[in-house]
């Protein structure tokens, strides 16, 4: 099958890759429809996490076709449309049992804190993602949902990341309504964050980025504010500036470890090595945030430590909130907001590319060109199913 291929830092190729097979009885074999490229993805490319290994296949958002299942799987069928979390869970453990599926104890039983994560390093398991034309979902009965017939393939795919998780951060927030929300992100994440806290009755939200594109493509589809970071001196005055120089409410960080905005924060954490990526935004978001606020992390840091204002923090009494999402917990109350209007997920997909193209689609991503919000890549089996079902409909 093609696979894209870890070579190291900005590398990544097209590759054959041996066909996935069925290992244990609760696996199925999943034939890839679609699957993105995530932020989360670029920490990879960018050399950021470590035991990110060469030849390991990267995609933790990805919809397919069931073609094979194992003797032990009674949940779906060879033929079933899936969307597959992004998170591995066997869904039975004292994690799973409280819904906090990204912390599943048997699917990464070497590490302490994260569970299993598709195409992600080794320190989230190992297991191979789905830029690929064909992927082995273990735990079959559990993780994978049946994408409901009126559900368009293209809003699935971000259903398996990227709204979750947005949503989750909000939620995180425990936004009140009439609260000031600040996102730091105006990528994927940040987006679907910043229209999920209209949702739970935010009554201003403010997006921060450096990109310009980004800024306009948010506030046309979240109807936000935005501030571009590179033309404000301090981060946390100007967003108390902001508000009547008490500070937001809540503020998300949708950023994690690529940050920019601070030279100290970016040699030590992204060109030295020294901290788990730059914490440009944890600082933004505890320094701008009210006293007694609340503050929700998603973007993405290494496993090892970063340099936070913690005593900041604990004097002004701040609530931290963070994890990886549990994606299934969220998909019945997310699938009803799209039914009803009130989310239109494939609207931010600006690129869809042929998986043979997917160092080029990389270098698009990273380097944020064309205007690129969202790519999304399709393998050629892919395009050769609906070459066929076209076909059949004429």
């Not at 990204?102 to 320190?123: D, E, K, L, M």
């Not at 309504?177 to 949702?199: M, Q, R, Y």
Request: net charge negative; hydrophobic share 40%; with cysteine.
């Amino acid at each position: 099958m093609l696979a894209m291929n870890y070579r190291g830092p900005y590398r990544v190729r097209a590759d054959h890759k041996p066909d996935p097979v069925i290992e244990h009885p609760g696996d199925a074999i999943v034939r890839v429809l679609r699957s993105c490229i995530c932020g989360s993805d670029l920490h990879l490319y960018h050399g950021m996490v470590p035991d990110t290994r060469v030849g390991h296949t990267f995609g933790h958002e990805f919809v397919g076709e069931v073609v094979d299942i194992g003797s032990g799987v009674q949940n779906l069928k060879v033929g079933d449309r899936v969307l597959v979390p992004f998170n591995l869970f066997c869904g039975s453990c004292f994690f799973c049992e409280r819904e906090l599926y990204g912390n599943c104890h048997n699917t990464n039983a070497q590490a302490t804190a994260v569970g299993g994560i598709y195409g992600y390093s080794h320190t989230a398991g190992g297991y191979d993602g789905g830029q690929a034309e064909y992927v082995r979902v273990p735990m079959a009965d559990v993780g994978p949902y049946v994408i409901p017939d009126d559900i368009h393939i293209e809003d699935a795919v971000l259903l398996t990341d990227a709204v979750p998780t947005g949503y989750q951060a909000a939620e995180m927030g425990d936004i009140a309504e009439g609260d000031t929300v600040v996102v730091f992100g105006a990528g994927p994440v940040g987006i679907f964050a910043a229209k999920s806290a209209w949702l739970m009755g935010a009554g201003r939200v403010i997006v921060v980025d450096e990109v310009e594109y980004r800024l306009e493509f948010v506030k046309r589809f979240a109807q936000c504010e935005v501030v571009n970071f590179r033309e404000v001196n301090d981060m946390a005055e100007h967003i108390k500036k902001m508000t009547d120089w008490m500070g937001a409410d809540v503020t998300i960080d949708c950023v994690g470890g690529d940050a920019a905005g601070s030279i100290a924060q970016t040699l030590t954490g992204r060109l030295m090595k020294m901290q788990a990526g730059a914490s440009t935004v944890l600082h933004w978001a505890i320094n701008s945030v009210r006293k007694g606020g609340n503050v929700s992390i998603v973007g993405v840091y290494g496993p090892t430590f970063n340099a936070v204002p913690i005593g900041n923090a604990l004097n002004k009494g701040l609530t931290l909130r963070m994890n990886q999402a549990s994606v299934k917990r969220h998909l019945p109350r997310l699938i009803e907001h799209i039914r009803a209007g009130r989310l239109n997920p494939k609207e931010i997909i600006t690129h869809r590319i042929p998986l043979e193209e997917v160092a080029d689609a990389y270098h698009i991503f990273s380097s944020k060109l064309d205007e690129c919000i969202k790519p999304v890549l399709i393998p050629p089996s892919a395009r050769e199913v609906t070459a066929v079902k076209a076909s059949a409909q004429q």
